[in-house]
């Protein structure tokens, strides 16, 4: 494109240059033939010495169609029919380009002309000259990129290498000894993504640890009251010895959901679920109704405070949030349960407390670690209900603390972003 522009360009340019100078000698012929300097035969252009002015041809004729006088190179034949002006005349198979000067105060007509294929040399010339050093460049510039880019690829080809040697297991960070500044903020996100990756592992090896340890409780007492029902003759033994092993059951059970639960959760932990709008007294009852087997077994009431509110939430991470928030007040509440909303000026939380136990001031920052299960818990407890709220809860945009309950017991605090409330 740019070789093409400079051509039309070049051309166009030329081209005026050479019509003014045709125009520059026929007028100072023409000033020339009416001073009567110019009596016939043989007529010389006036030129400023250049080769160029050497190529122009003149004729002057009179008005009645006779040649007067011819510079030497003329053709004999007329250069143009046209009377004033510019015209483009065939003469013995040649184009030329010829300039008219009428001076009809003497009786004659100048006409200076170019051979449009000396013309056209002399235009090839100039971009030949122009263009020669332009391609030159180019090759040289083409190999100055050539070596740049490849010297610019070198620190990522040595990263390239780095990453496929690597095994699987190593997800320390990269160094960045060498790397250019611009290849920086790629080997910073690789760190950041190979220590998420890490964190995800060891939570994942911790998971995989701690479960394999929770669940050998329940499955060897199993086995255990299992023998002890095979082996026993008194029926009352044998009865003591298949509850427990219902007992046993729900415990795995619970564990096995809780452990689905929290893996669930991790894994949609970098897209979460979308948010829709859900009554939330609603879903409390919902959740309370599932429940009420379990509320009816320990004795315990769930109060429930109606509220008439919307919550902006996905709706698997608000069940998952309050069925284990449920779940873990009716395992130590003494007589209730109960489930509020407080809504103020900055802030909008949802409340639910029991009127159990509690547990200690040093075991509260605990709480919310997978596993952990204070000095009071009971059997059935795993200690992954609170970490799976809390999880869900960041999911959600939310804030789960715990503290101790007003006389008694605990209480769980979700906080909401007061927009996301209406």
């Known amino acids: 494109m740019a070789a093409g522009w400079i051509y039309i360009r070049t051309q166009r340019d030329v081209e005026r240059v050479l019509d003014a100078r045709l125009v520059e000698a026929a007028r100072m012929v023409s000033s020339l033939a009416a001073s009567g300097a110019v009596q016939g035969g043989e007529v010389r252009v006036p030129a400023a010495g250049d080769e160029l002015s050497h190529q122009l041809s003149c004729q002057i004729w009179s008005l009645e169609g006779r040649l007067v006088a011819r510079s030497s190179g003329a053709p004999p034949q007329r250069l143009s029919q046209v009377t004033e002006g510019f015209s483009e005349t065939s003469v013995n198979g040649e184009t030329w380009r010829v300039y008219t000067v009428p001076r009809p105060d003497v009786g004659l007509q100048v006409m200076v002309g170019d051979n449009l294929k000396v013309r056209q040399n002399l235009v090839r010339q100039v971009i030949t000259g122009l263009l020669l050093p332009a391609a030159a460049g180019v090759f040289a510039l083409a190999a100055l990129i050539w070596l740049v880019v490849e010297r610019g690829h070198a620190p990522l080809r040595a990263i390239a290498q780095t990453l496929s040697a690597r095994p699987v297991s190593d997800l320390s960070s990269l160094r960045d000894t ?3 500044d611009e290849l920086r903020p790629m080997i910073d996100a690789l ?3 190979f220590a998420r990756l890490q964190a995800a592992r060891v939570r994942e090896q911790h998971l995989t640890a701690s479960a394999a340890h929770e669940l050998k409780t329940p499955l060897a007492g199993l086995k255990t009251q299992a023998q002890i029902a095979l082996a026993a003759e008194d029926p009352k033994l044998r009865q003591a010895a298949l509850d427990q092993i219902v007992l046993s059951v729900d415990r795995a059970g619970r564990l096995v959901g809780q452990l689905l639960e929290m893996a669930r959760r991790d894994a949609e932990a970098a897209s979460p679920p979308a948010a829709v709008w859900l009554p939330l007294d609603a879903a409390i009852e919902q959740v309370a109704a599932e429940l009420t087997p379990l509320a009816e077994s320990r004795k315990v009431q769930i109060n429930l405070e109606p509220s008439q509110s919307e919550l902006q939430v996905s ?3 608000l069940r998952a949030m309050l069925r284990n928030l449920l779940e873990n007040a009716l395992q130590y509440a003494a007589r209730e349960v109960t489930v509020r ?3 103020g000026p900055q802030t909008c939380r949802l409340i639910i407390e029991d009127d159990g136990p509690g547990v200690g001031a040093d075991e509260l920052p605990r709480l919310r670690e997978r596993f952990f299960r204070g000095r009071g818990h009971n059997d059935v407890g795993s200690g992954l209900g609170l970490s799976i709220v809390d999880l869900a809860a960041v ?6 603390t715990v503290e101790p ?3 008694a017991g605990l209480r769980a605090i979700v906080e909401f972003p007061p927009a996301r409330v209406r």
């Open 178 to 180: 060498g790397a250019a």
């Open 191 to 193: 760190n950041s993504l």
């Open 315 to 317: 709706p698997e991470l």
């Open 341 to 343: 909303l407080a809504r």
């Open 395 to 400: 999911q959600s945009g939310f804030v789960l």
């Open 405 to 407: 309950g007003t006389a």
